[in-house]
């Protein structure tokens, strides 16, 4: 491979995965905004933080019907050609967003719209995962598979540090009423520009090096997906899903409600100090998987996974009290650190997870097996949030009250509880050739 080709797979992801969070994260910047927009003033604060985070979350639960689509095309015909159409659809379906109407113009119809356009915008981010982590790792040298897939990881960073930044410009310039009033419309519609260039970018790009030589042998299979389930790769594929869906269960509801965090009583924190913490959680998903990702290299893949679920158990729950209770106080420099922590063990794993999966798969079905255990992963983690966390929540209000903060820490917990026994129970990974992993059992 050339020296001068193999970046142009992690700089791919990188602008894939930043894309795809700022779109993520605009919705959880723009929150207290957006309750206003599309439910009716009267409801409950946190009754509103529940039905908005259902229209975030549910794009993680339909990436698996992506994945299954992408990733089988991904194995058949490359991973370039989906990255673009998946990028393109998520563009499409992101402007629409701007489009809708309002509360106080049709009731509740832009939500149920908005709810609707999310489960698109999880099928065309199932293809992200299946087609651009390959792709980016296929692209990449052994010795250099952890710090690419920390550096595809910053993406998140980045992307919510834009969407942040993109919000608290809006609403500087425009003002909290002409935001609910309009402007909101146009923070959605900036998002057309990120995806024109990353669209760009990849349409100059090659196809993957291993996958054009599994191609030119012979090597592709017909039916990738079937492969999954027969012999030795139905039990990497197990496992890996299993530890996926601990890790990333733990993500999207650390994820989903940083922000009710910061925003909902008994925290007291104003919109604008909200977005300043907010900005050091995304400085935190920028710092931590560069950091993680290249020590995963030496210490190993799995070795990294089981310190950060361990350490997760340890500190979520004073991570997510901390939060409240200062917020509380008004007490803004404590929360700004302890959401830079938040995002260090929520972003972590994921840094080590991209690697790991890729390396577990042969080439024949890598952009299905990646896909598709991400995408379960997912899903898990969607559902938690949209019913286990109001659901847990009813249980728990008579310790956390108008919070989620013990309900978030607990379901965090458990989910790397999950992660630890499923990356326990696997191999290492780390050094393995990609194109000599086999494909069939």
Not at 9 to 19: A, C, D, E, K, W
Request: glycine fraction near 10%.
């Amino acid at each position: 491979m050339s020296e001068r080709m193999w970046q142009f797979g992690p700089i791919s992801q990188f602008l894939g995965v930043l894309t795809e969070y700022y779109d993520i994260s605009i919705i959880a910047a723009t929150l207290p905004i957006l309750t206003k927009v599309f439910l009716p003033p009267q409801m409950p604060p946190l009754v509103s933080a529940f039905y908005v985070v259902a229209g975030l979350a549910v794009s993680y639960i339909t990436r698996p019907i992506g994945a299954v689509i992408w990733g089988h095309y991904g194995d058949r015909v490359g991973r370039r050609v989906l990255m673009v159409a998946s990028m393109a659809g998520m563009a499409v379906v992101t402007a629409i967003i701007g489009l809708l109407p309002t509360y106080a113009q049709a009731g509740f119809v832009g939500l149920t719209l908005l709810i609707i356009i999310r489960i698109f915008v999880g099928i065309f981010y199932g293809g992200e995962k299946a087609a651009g982590v390959t792709y980016s790792q296929e692209f990449t040298p052994a010795k250099w598979r952890g710090l690419v897939g920390g550096l595809g990881q910053t993406g998140v960073g980045f992307g919510i540090a834009l969407s942040a930044a993109t919000s608290g410009a809006f609403i500087a310039y425009f003002g909290n009423d002409a935001m609910i009033a309009y402007a909101w419309r146009y923070v959605f519609l900036c998002g057309l520009i990120p995806f024109a260039v990353v669209a760009f970018i990849r349409l100059a790009t090659v196809e993957s090096p291993i996958w054009r030589a599994a191609k030119s042998s012979g090597k592709l299979e017909k039916r990738p997906l079937a492969s999954l389930l027969k012999g030795d790769t139905r039990s990497r594929f197990l496992q890996s899903t299993f530890m996926t869906i601990g890790f990333l269960t733990m993500g999207a509801t650390a994820n989903s409600y940083i922000a009710p965090l910061m925003i909902n009583a008994p925290s007291r924190l104003s919109i604008s100090q909200e977005l300043i913490a907010y900005n050091a959680f995304a400085v935190a998903t920028i710092v931590a998987p560069l950091v993680v990702g290249a020590l995963s290299q030496y210490i190993g893949r799995r070795t990294m996974l089981i310190l950060l679920a361990i350490t997760g158990i340890v500190t979520w729950v004073p991570t997510s009290y901390g939060i409240v209770m200062f917020g509380a106080g008004l007490n803004l420099t404590p929360v700004i650190l302890l959401a830079f922590w938040y995002g260090v063990m929520y972003q972590s794993p994921y840094a080590v997870i991209d690697p790991y999966l890729t390396e577990r798969f042969g080439t024949s079905h890598r952009a299905s097996g990646t896909g598709i255990s991400y995408a379960l992963g997912n899903m898990i983690g969607g559902i938690s949030a949209v019913a286990l966390v109001p659901a847990l929540h009813s249980a728990l209000t008579g310790i956390e009250t108008t919070s989620v903060w013990l309900t978030v820490a607990s379901i965090a917990i458990i989910g790397s509880i999950i992660g630890l026994i499923g990356v326990y129970i696997g191999p290492e990974t780390v050094g393995a050739k990609l194109e000599d992993i086999e494909s069939k059992a």
